[in-house]
């Protein structure tokens, strides 16, 4: 277990990015993540970046490479709380954030990731234990 | 330049300055210098004698002529608040320099006093003290033309942020009617805007009216697909709404991918936006329902 | 163009990289920079700071706070003694990398900045300098 948390809310697994990220941290996450999300068999992963104030390249190759390998493992990833200066910034930047979805809080994320679910199974059918 | 006028001439000044100020005051008075303004006469008096001041310390630096050198910054000090003064009381940029320039006839005259019989050295002293005197007085005309700049510089920026409010349509819907021209320092004030009222508001649809651009080039197809972006990175989608039958073939013909939901009108982007919220209109009494309200709490 | 204050920190670490931003942040703030106006230095201070820990085998950065008139500015001057970069007009253009990933470290970067110069030769380093305005 690395030095980022990962919480379980029902079948989807909230990471909250709090500290400034270097290549290793980086990579102990998604390798976290990775298994937790087998583990739980998790349909939906939240990313919170709200205490983040600089998405650069390196983060972004991150977020996508979740979001990657979350759908590889059929679950809905969803980045919330990007602050407007980050996201300025990240349009400005040119950084195309595809295939990851993002909302604006980890209320709206939830709602988001259950709507997703939802549409794909046309119901209430199949939520991950 | 010769020595002799590059410190006769600061002499002169220093030991006649006292009766130089009273002769200058006496001339202001006669010519009318910065009247118009509220400048009082007590007040004219001291920043005369505070000018005449550093002018005889500045010329007496050996830097007589270079008004750009450090040994003149006093002097353009004395300068700078004058023409604070005078703009912000609309005195005009003439009358200002005419403060400098007034001083020429009590210095000519003090010049022929103590130099009558030496007719090279008058007319160079002449010379010198009226290139100098010139020299202040352009410059108090720039420094009035900078506070002017400066005065509509920040009245663009006022500008840019009346004309980008953001408006709660409804419950999770914004409205961002653009006027006028989208340029970059509009596109990043408008992407401030846009955002912040996302955060505050929780709205996940923005409706950006465009009616009221006059063109949409290339350029301004980047701008608009910027703020787009912004707002979706936000967890807000976007319809623009308000494009005029020439914007839509424009668009086509420059082969520009908006890529983003497009209406003609406010009025159909509104009825998508409540229809994407789940919500209709229906006529009051016709189901014996209540008219639509907004929410008032959220579930 | 006066400096009115300058500083230089190694860049040799990914810890290093964390420092960096911070400096930058301050020196941006100390300009009187908006807020976005930070975010956008920083981000592209943060590109080329790993660009230099990654690619330059570590470096330096000179931190100036530039003054010109009414206007301030920041400007960084990042300078390793790598292998330096081939082709140099590939890799500003858009979506190049020569590791894995999205790319964009230069070009983006310069997107972010107001001044955006780099020098640089195979097997004679690279020094890039970058600078915004308020």
């Not at chain 2, 420094?143 to 009346?162: A, H, M, N, P, W």
């Not at chain 2, 009616?211 to 290339?218: N, Q, S």
């Not at chain 2, 990175?233 to 668009?251: E, H, K, N, V, Y």
Request: charged share 25%; with cysteine.
């Amino acid at each position: 277990m690395g030095e980022i948390p990962i919480l379980q809310i029902g079948d989807c697994l909230l990471v909250s990015i709090q500290v400034d990220m270097h290549d290793r941290l980086a990579l102990e996450l998604q390798d976290d993540l990775t298994n937790r999300i087998v583990a739980s068999r998790a349909r939906g992963v939240m990313i919170d970046i709200s205490a983040l104030e600089i998405v650069d390249s390196f983060i972004g190759r991150m977020l996508n490479n979740i979001a990657g390998m979350s759908r590889v493992l059929d679950a809905v990833t969803v980045v919330v709380g990007m602050r407007p200066a980050v996201a300025i910034t990240l349009v400005e930047l040119g950084l195309a954030l595809t295939g990851v979805r993002t909302a604006l809080n980890v209320d709206k994320g939830l709602a988001m990731i259950r709507r997703i679910i939802d549409a794909e199974e046309g119901g209430g059918a199949g939520r991950g234990a | 330049m010769s020595e002799t006028a590059e410190t006769i001439v600061p002499a002169l000044i220093e030991r006649h300055h006292q009766k130089l100020l009273e002769d200058w005051l006496t001339c202001q008075v006669r010519e009318g210098v910065l009247r118009g303004g509220q400048i009082k006469e007590a007040e004219l008096a001291d920043q005369s004698r505070r000018f005449l001041g550093e002018l005889r310390r500045s010329a007496a630096s050996g830097r007589t002529l270079d008004i750009a050198a450090r040994q003149w910054a006093p002097a353009r000090e004395v300068l700078e608040e004058l023409v604070r003064h005078c703009a912000a009381q609309g005195i005009s940029p003439s009358q200002t320099a005419g403060f400098v320039f007034s001083l020429k006839e009590p210095v000519f005259a003090l010049l022929q006093r103590e130099l009558i019989g030496n007719a090279p050295a008058l007319a160079e002293a002449t010379w010198t003290i009226s290139a100098l005197l010139d020299k202040l007085g352009l410059f108090t005309t720039e420094l009035y033309q900078k506070s002017r700049e400066e005065v509509i510089r920040r009245q663009q920026d006022e500008l840019l942020e009346l004309s980008t409010p953001v408006i709660r349509l409804w419950d999770g819907v914004l409205a961002l009617p653009l006027i006028g021209t989208l340029d970059s320092a509009r596109t990043q004030t408008v992407m401030e805007s846009l955002l912040e009222q996302i955060v505050a508001s929780g709205a996940e649809i923005a409706i950006i009216d465009i009616t009221g651009v006059p063109t949409v080039d290339t350029l301004v197809a980047q701008h608009l697909i910027k703020t787009v972006s912004a707002a979706r990175l936000m967890g807000a989608d976007c319809i623009i709404s308000g494009i005029r039958p020439q914007i839509a073939q424009t668009i086509v013909h420059l082969g520009l991918d908006l890529d983003v939901v497009s209406k003609a009108t406010m009025a159909d982007a509104f009825a998508l936006a409540l229809r994407r919220l789940g919500k209709t209109v229906t006529d009051i009494g016709s189901t014996g329902g209540d008219a639509l309200r907004p929410r008032r709490q959220r579930n | 163009m006066p400096v009115e204050a300058r500083d230089t920190m190694p860049v040799q670490s990914a810890d290093d990289v964390v420092k960096v931003r911070q400096a930058v942040r301050a020196r941006a703030i100390a300009a009187g920079f908006s807020l976005v106006d930070q975010t956008k230095i920083v981000t592209a201070a943060s590109e080329i700071a790993r660009n230099t820990v990654d690619y330059g085998g570590g470096g330096t950065l000179c931190l100036e706070l530039v003054r010109e008139g009414a206007r301030r500015g920041v400007r960084l001057t990042f300078a390793d003694q790598g292998p330096g970069i081939a082709d140099l007009e590939q890799a500003m253009t858009d979506g190049y990398t020569s590791g894995s990933g999205l790319g964009l470290g230069l070009s983006g970067a310069k997107r972010l900045c107001n001044e955006f110069l780099v020098k640089t030769a195979p097997g004679r380093g690279t020094i890039v300098t970058l600078a915004r305005w308020r």
